[in-house]
């Protein structure tokens, strides 16, 4: 079991086609454990070894919200606003980033480097500076 951080490869496909809208479709969050395995082949949320549902944290995880797309340069990137999840007892290794407007879609893998804890507390994601080189979903 493996989770390794990326834009899922389906994910590129469909940015070139024009499926994926990430400022207007319905973008969601999961957490997993370190018993998943996520990478550049995941191809669509799972609720296999997702984390269980506590306080505000349920199957399927959380909606992103605050998209927005910029560039700078060459680079093309997307910020999200940061993901909390309130009165929660979690454990979570990773995450999936995936398009709900999409059947579910993957679009990126996020890997926490270890298992992340709150207990009966808010589990937050942050996501990094909104700039060419630290979003974490960018095209350069």
Do not use: H, W
């Amino acid at each position: 079991m493996a989770i390794t951080q990326c834009m899922v490869t389906s994910f590129k496909a469909d940015a070139l086609g024009g499926v994926q809208d990430l400022d207007t479709d319905v973008i969601k969050l999961a957490l997993y454990t370190s018993a998943a395995t996520l990478d550049a082949t995941t191809t669509a949320y799972s609720a296999t070894n997702e984390v269980a549902a506590s306080g505000t944290y349920s199957a399927g995880g959380g909606t992103l919200t605050g998209a927005a797309i910029s560039t700078s340069g060459t680079t093309a990137f997307v910020d999200f606003s940061d993901i909390s999840f309130t009165s929660a007892t979690i454990t979570a290794r990773g995450a999936l980033i995936y398009n709900s407007s999409k059947s579910n879609k993957a679009i990126a893998v996020l890997d926490f480097g270890s298992d992340k804890t709150s207990t009966s507390g808010t589990f937050t994601v942050q996501f990094p500076a909104a700039n060419a080189t630290d979003a974490i979903i960018r095209f350069a």
